[in-house]
């Protein structure tokens, strides 16, 4: 962790010396982030004969690189910087790729000797890469918009059985802008996992940049995703967030989550602060910080008795810089 936080330092430095130059209109915009999340959970089953105590910590590590050309140009002369690609309708290719490093630590224990479940206290390592490509082309006259994403991801696991996932998917979007700032959207995507598991993806999204007061600015993000998949998988996703800018360079903000799920999952509910600066103007530094709440089911099949539900909770952290150029 260490070293990843060193290259997010000496990134912002060089950031802080290549902006020499400065103009308001933009071709490119490059970033680097460090995400990190800590979750822990624990529960106390009560099986036949015995009681088994349960928990489980898992920290994933998230080092990302991200990029957009906007092949028509980005102004950011109207508005918050944060929101130049609203207010300026740009167009952009855009691409990311992270690297995930995760362990899990799981114990487990029952407080009767002649238990078939001995205890035990183990550490499970995983790693990931992801890629992703996004084409975004935005009519500025009309308003209309379309994009189409694809992602590849593969996921390396360690434990009682080594083994390894392969993912893939795609998305298409519509939408359009209903006034200058004011923007409606849907997505359809699905996902293939090792090439036979399918997800299909459904999002709604709706974003408004307006003004309070004669200075301060505020934007509004809600989005509603339903997912459905084999198994009978189902999950509603909700999401809503509020901005405020009280000067151009500056973005503070609140973001609300919650999702339910048919599987494991059973519902979780996030909030997150976040805030970001343009310490020049094109150079940005943000950071943000999220809890949730957790609730799922615990694999307690194995163990004998009815599924239990169990409880976890989850913090999470992640700072970021870009430059645009």
Do not use: C
């Not at 092949?71 to 300026?88: C, E, I, Q, T, Y």
């Not at 459904?202 to 339903?226: C, K, T």
């Not at 307690?300 to 009815?306: E, P, S, V």
């Amino acid at each position: 962790m260490k070293h990843k936080m060193g290259v997010i330092f000496w990134l912002s430095v060089g950031l802080l010396v290549a902006t020499s130059g400065v103009a308001e209109e933009y071709d490119f915009e490059v970033g680097l982030a460090f995400d990190s999340t800590n979750t822990e959970g624990s529960k106390t089953i009560m099986a036949p004969g015995e009681t088994i105590f349960n928990s489980s910590e898992i920290d994933t590590d998230v080092l990302s690189v991200f990029g957009s050309w906007y092949f028509n140009g980005l102004s950011d002369d109207k508005g918050p910087r944060a929101r130049a690609v609203l207010v300026d309708r740009a167009s952009s290719l855009s691409f990311g790729y992270s690297r995930t490093d995760q362990t899990l630590s799981a114990f487990l224990m029952s407080d009767d000797p002649s238990s078939l479940f001995p205890s035990f206290d183990s550490t499970f390592e995983t790693d990931g890469d992801a890629y992703a490509i996004d084409f975004r082309y935005v009519h500025r006259d009309s308003g209309w918009f379309g994009d189409v994403a694809l992602l590849s991801l593969n996921t390396t696991r360690s434990g009682f059985v080594n083994d390894s996932v392969d993912a893939a998917g795609w998305s298409l979007g519509i939408g359009k802008y209903l006034f200058d700032t004011t923007t409606l959207g849907l997505d359809v995507g699905r996902r293939y996992y090792d090439g036979d598991l399918e997800e299909t993806d459904v999002v709604l999204s709706f974003s408004h940049l307006g003004n309070l007061g004669e200075r301060w600015q505020y934007g509004i993000d809600l989005a509603y995703g339903r997912s459905e998949g084999d198994f009978d998988f189902e999950q509603d996703t909700w999401g809503a967030a509020i901005a405020l800018y009280p000067t151009r360079d500056f973005e503070l903000g609140v973001r609300v989550e919650d999702i339910s799920s048919s599987d494991y999952l059973r519902d979780s509910t996030g909030i997150e602060g976040f805030a970001s600066w343009f310490i020049t103007p094109n150079v940005r530094v943000s950071a943000r910080y999220r809890v949730d709440d957790i609730d799922y089911y615990f694999g307690n099949i194995i163990i004998g008795g009815a599924p239990e539900v169990r409880d976890a909770e989850q913090n999470s952290y992640e700072i970021s810089a870009t430059i645009r150029f």
